[in-house]
């Protein structure tokens, strides 16, 4: 192996000195290998990078990602990334994203089809926004019963047991646009 070959958490350079490239993470100290490659240090954009033969399918900041929300908790959902910018993704790489300055109480559920931003990448998590119009949940079905749900305002109400249920929806909510996504 070359000495500039590196594994996932290898530590490539120090923040004050370089920023953060492709397949690599900032962990708040210093710039960290996030997958097996070589090491790339660009001495004039001041930007370590891990070169690989094969391209992880990390989002970057501003990607607009379509996950499945994979865990709920009080102040934040963790969804498991499934397109990036339209793009299907293999990588199972999860982001988290706050709700706490949202002022509904069930932004999203387990298993609810969710479009985000990301944010920024920080102590190796991906943080990412639900906050703007056409973010939010895509897709979900009933809790109580798994109907099938319509949109009403800002919930949403099951058409077989008529359960309504609070949402942060997107404005393409409804919209099976993104399914076809996969074709």
Known sequence: MSENATFPGDKIASIEEYEAGNNTFDDGDMVRA????EKDIDKTTRIASIKHPKLLSIPQVG??????VAAVMSSMIAVSIDYINGRPTTS???????????????????????????LN??????HAT????NLGVL?????KCGGKVVP????????????????????????????????
Do not use: Q
């Open 130 to 133: 639900i906050s703007e119009p």
């Open 92 to 118: 199972k790489v999860e982001c988290v994203c706050s709700t706490r300055n949202l002022r509904i109480r069930n932004v999203a559920l387990v298993n609810d089809i969710v479009a985000l931003k990301i």
């Open 34 to 37: 996030a997958t097996i490659g």
């Open 139 to 143: 897709f979900t079905k009933c809790r």
């Open 152 to 183: 009403m305002r800002d919930a949403i109400k099951c058409t077989e047991c008529a359960w309504i249920d609070e949402r942060k929806l997107s404005s393409n909510f409804g919209n099976s646009d993104f399914i076809k996504l996969r074709e």
């Open 121 to 126: 990448h920080l102590n190796g998590t991906i």
């Open 63 to 68: 990607d607009i990602i379509i996950g499945t």
